[in-house]
């Protein structure tokens, strides 16, 4: 079964530290990759996405992540961490429909 | 970038009572629309695909006559919840994409709280 995994239900890390949400997938074919990120109540927000080309893909407010076709993961990055970035990160996979994983809470303490 | 405007934002309903949830894309055409249940601190779950012009598609499990789409327009989709009871309590998200362009992600609404009482 086509499936999306977020690993960490969470993760913690101090302002101004470098983070990393992880992603792996288990799709057929060559997948279309999303990152979004989610505040309280709120909607979801684009991030990233990797269609094709360069495996490392920048984003915005400065997130940026790397396409590993061997290890089939989709790492989301950045450099230094800021207070609010803190919320809810949501890597999906389109294969005809978008593919969930489950979402990882990211808090960022000051 | 492309928005996706959603209302309400936050509603409150009697048990029984009908409820619907309007989903507009403003600056781009969206011939399918998606729409998404989210309980707490959980992911997003497909409830229904919405085509314009057509029957929307259902995921297995949840039930059409309950959760109505239309989808009547090329900008808009309404999500009506028929008879509504404390259960169907939760966060409603919709989602498009740009018709026109390929390879584009899914932008999406900022999400209605219906509340049930």
């Known amino acids: 079964a086509q499936s999306v995994a977020q690993p960490e239900d969470q993760v913690n890390v101090a302002e101004g530290n470098p983070l990393t949400v992880k992603c792996t997938y288990s799709v057929s074919g060559n997948p279309y990759l999303f990152w979004y990120v989610q505040y309280p109540n709120r909607g979801l927000q684009f991030l990233l996405k990797y269609i094709t080309g360069d495996n490392l893909v920048k984003g915005s407010y400065g997130f940026e992540a790397e396409f590993n076709k061997s290890q089939t993961s989709f790492h989301l990055k950045k450099p230094s961490a800021l207070v609010s970035d803190s919320a809810l990160y949501f890597c999906?996979?389109?294969?005809?429909?978008?593919?969930w994983g489950l979402g990882t809470s990211l808090a960022v303490n000051p | 970038g492309a928005v996706v405007s959603q209302h309400p934002s936050w509603v409150i309903c009697k048990s029984g009572t009908s409820v619907k949830i309007e989903c507009r894309s403003l600056?781009?055409?969206?011939?399918?629309m998606f729409w998404y249940r989210q309980f707490p601190k959980q992911s997003l779950m497909l409830m229904a695909t919405s085509n314009e012009g057509s029957k929307a598609t259902y995921e297995q499990g949840v039930e059409k006559d309950k959760f109505l789409i239309n989808h009547a327009s090329l900008t808009l989709s309404t999500l009506t919840v028929t008879s509504a009871h404390p259960e169907d309590s939760s966060f409603y998200i919709c989602?498009?994409?740009?018709?026109?362009?390929?390879?584009?992600?899914?932008?999406f609404g900022q999400g209605t709280r219906l509340t049930v009482v």
């Open positions: 600056d781009f055409q969206a011939t399918t």
């Open positions: 989602s498009a994409r740009d018709s026109l362009r390929l390879n584009t992600e899914a932008f």
């Open positions: 999906a996979v389109r294969v005809g429909k978008l593919i």
